[in-house]
C-alpha cells in the first residue's frame, strides 16, 4: 500500500532558490494577474481551498499555521483580502479543508477535526460567527480526504475516507438537525483517498476518489437513491492515481483528472462517455512533465480546464485547457512568480480561472492569481487601483496610481504582439502617456511594484 508519506514527497522538489528561468514569448505571459497582494495569508497556509461566494468574490479556506494550524477563511473586497469572522475559528488543528457556499450565500468549511478524535466537522459563518453544521466530530471513523458540495436543493454534504483501517469511502448528509448517512456506511471496495464529491445537474451525488480495493486506481461511484454503484469500471485508470478531482460539464458528462503513475506522473484527464471512460484529448499524460496537484474545474462554457504544479517549468503554476482538439497552456506554462504547492482551480462567475496555492519560498503563505483574457474587452472593470483614462484614449492616457500599493510602480506597455512599446520606472501617484502615433487597437498595461501585479487594457481610436 502506498502511504500518504510517499505521495508527499513529490512535494518537496530539489531545487535552488532563487532566480528561475521563465518562459516569456507574447503578451499572454502578462494576463495572469495577482488577485489583490501576493502572500496575503497571515503566516503559512496549508490545504488552501478557494470557492467564490453569490457575489462573485473569491474566498479562500486554508489552515493557517500563524493561528494554531487551525481554519481561517479570507475574502476579496474588490482591493484587499480580509478575514471572514475571526482568524483560526475552530478548536484544535485540521486537515483537509474544503470549503463551498451554501444557496443563502453563507460559507461552509468541511475538515478533519483534531480536537474531536480526527473525526470530521463542518462549520459555517452565520454572519457574526462561526458555528458548527450539526454535531462537532460527526463522522464515526475518522475522516480524511473530506469533501463538501452542496445538493440542488441546498443540503450540505461530507465525503471522506483514508488510508486507515475500515476508513473506506462513505458520504454523509445534513438533514437539517443532524448527519445522517447517503446510502451505505464505508461503500467502497477499500479504502477511499483523494476524495472529490460533486453533483450532476439532475442532483445526483457523485464521488472520485483513488480505489485501495482496486490497486489504488481511480473509481467513481454516484448514489442512485437507494445504493451507491459504480459509474463504468471500478478502477479505470492505467496505474495508480493520486490528487483525483472530479467535475460535470454543463451537460452532465462526468470528468476525472490525476496525477497518472502509469504515465511518469503526468496529469491525465477521463470522461464518462455513457459506457467507458476514456481519455479526454485521446492520450493519457496531458501534461510535459509531472504534474502535482492536478485541480480539475470546467468552465461555464463547458471547457475542462487543469491547474498544476509543473515539474517541466521550474515546479510553478501552470494551467492547461482542452480547446476542442488539443490540451494547450492558458497564457504561459509556469507563470507564478515562484515554485508553488497545492494549487487549487475555481471559476469566476464571469468565467475567469482564478488558481490559488502557496509559495515555499515565501514562508508558505497563499496566494491567487487570475486569467485576464485580452478578448474579455476594454469595457470590463480594471484591477483595483489601476486606473486608466480616457479610454479609448486618442493623444494622452493618463494613468493613475494613487490607490495602488507600494513605492515604486514599474508600468509596460504591450501591443497584443507582444512588442514592449513604453517602460518607466516612477514614485509618482499619477504618468501621462503620449499614445497619439500608437496604431489604432487595444494595448496591454502592466504595473508591477513590490507588492502587487497587475494589468489593464485600453483601446486607441
Not at 453563507?106 to 477535526?113: G, H, N, Q, R, W
Request: charged share 15%.
Amino acid at each position: 500500500m502506498k502511504t500518504l508519506l510517499y505521495i508527499l514527497t513529490f512535494f518537496i522538489p530539489v531545487v535552488v532558490c532563487g532566480q528561475l528561468n521563465r518562459y516569456e514569448s507574447s503578451p499572454l505571459d502578462y494576463l495572469w494577474v495577482n488577485v489583490g497582494n501576493a502572500c496575503f495569508s497571515p503566516g503559512r497556509c496549508y490545504w488552501p481551498s478557494l470557492a467564490f461566494n453569490s457575489s462573485g468574490q473569491p474566498c479562500l479556506a486554508f489552515r493557517d499555521h500563524e493561528n494554531g494550524r487551525k481554519v481561517t477563511v479570507m475574502q476579496f473586497d474588490g482591493t484587499n483580502w480580509l478575514t471572514i469572522g475571526p482568524a483560526g475559528f475552530n478548536e484544535g488543528p485540521t486537515d483537509y479543508i474544503s470549503l463551498a457556499f451554501g444557496p443563502s450565500g453563507e460559507p461552509y468549511v468541511a475538515f478533519l477535526d483534531s480536537a474531536y478524535s480526527l473525526k470530521a466537522s463542518v462549520m459555517k459563518f452565520d454572519n457574526t460567527n462561526w458555528v458548527y453544521v450539526g454535531s462537532r466530530g460527526f463522522s464515526d471513523i475518522h475522516a480524511n480526504y473530506t469533501s463538501l458540495a452542496f445538493s440542488p436543493s441546498g443540503e450540505p454534504y461530507v465525503a471522506f475516507g483514508g488510508h486507515c483501517a475500515y476508513n473506506n469511502t462513505t458520504v454523509m448528509r445534513f438533514d437539517g438537525t443532524s448527519w445522517v448517512y447517503v446510502g451505505a456506511v464505508a461503500f467502497s471496495a477499500g479504502s477511499g483517498l483523494f476524495m472529490s464529491l460533486a453533483f450532476d445537474p439532475t442532483g445526483q451525488p457523485y464521488v472520485a476518489y483513488q480505489d485501495a480495493g482496486n490497486l489504488f486506481k481511480s473509481t467513481v461511484m454516484k448514489f442512485d437513491g437507494t445504493n451507491w454503484v459504480n459509474v463504468g469500471s471500478p478502477g479505470f485508470s492505467a496505474g495508480e492515481a493520486y490528487w483525483t478531482c472530479l467535475d460535470f460539464t454543463p451537460s452532465g458528462e462526468p470528468y476525472v483528472s490525476y496525477m497518472d503513475q502509469a504515465n511518469s506522473y503526468k496529469a491525465s484527464v477521463m470522461k464518462f462517455d455513457g459506457t467507458n471512460w476514456v481519455y479526454v484529448g485521446g492520450t493519457p499524460g496531458v501534461t510535459e512533465g509531472q504534474a502535482v496537484n492536478p485541480s480539475l474545474a470546467i468552465s461555464p462554457s463547458g471547457e475542462p480546464y487543469l491547474a498544476f504544479v509543473d515539474y517541466a517549468h521550474t515546479y510553478n503554476a501552470s494551467v492547461m485547457k482542452f480547446d476542442g482538439t488539443s490540451w494547450v497552456y492558458v497564457g504561459s506554462p509556469g507563470f507564478s512568480p515562484e515554485y508553488v504547492q497545492y494549487t487549487t482551480l475555481a471559476f469566476s462567475p464571469s468565467g475567469n480561472p482564478h488558481v490559488a496555492y502557496y509559495e515555499p519560498n515565501n514562508f508558505s503563505k497563499a496566494s491567487v492569481m487570475k486569467y485576464d483574457d485580452v478578448n474579455a474587452g476594454i469595457n470590463e472593470p480594471q484591477e483595483p487601483g489601476l486606473n486608466l483614462y480616457p479610454n479609448p484614449a486618442t493623444n494622452y492616457l493618463t494613468i493613475d496610481l494613487k490607490k495602488v500599493p507600494g513605492i515604486v510602480k514599474n508600468i509596460e506597455v504591450y501591443n497584443l504582439t507582444g512588442e514592449k512599446i513604453f517602460e518607466i520606472q516612477s514614485r509618482e501617484d499619477r504618468i501621462n502617456i503620449d499614445v497619439e502615433k500608437y496604431p489604432a487597437g487595444i494595448y496591454i498595461v502592466r504595473l508591477r511594484t513590490e507588492s502587487s501585479n497587475q494589468i489593464g487594457k485600453f483601446c486607441k481610436n
